[in-house]
């Protein structure tokens, strides 16, 4: 009896865990379209800038260890 009883509560908790999830999205001020776009190039822009940054310091240092061993 003690096992269905835990297992009763175990359940109780994952449902009061999704019903308060729920709630909670409830309350977020999800951004608008244009919001939306504007937050999405800014993250494209700085995603491709480290990407190019990156690719040139790995040409460069390749390069470079090349050069020393060579």
């Known amino acids: 009896m003690a096992f269905l009883s835990r297992l009763k509560q175990g359940f109780g908790s994952t449902f009061s865990f999704f019903s308060d ?34 690719a040139v310091l790995d040409l460069g240092l390749s390069e470079l260890i090349r050069l020393v061993f060579d």
Not at 26 to 44: A, D, H, N
Request: aromatic share 18%; no cysteine; hydrophobic share 50%.
């Open 21 to 54: 999830s729920w709630s909670e999205l409830k309350k977020v001020r999800w951004p608008k379209r244009k919001e939306l776009v504007s937050y999405t190039i800014v993250v494209l822009v700085t995603v491709i800038f480290v990407g190019v940054y990156f």
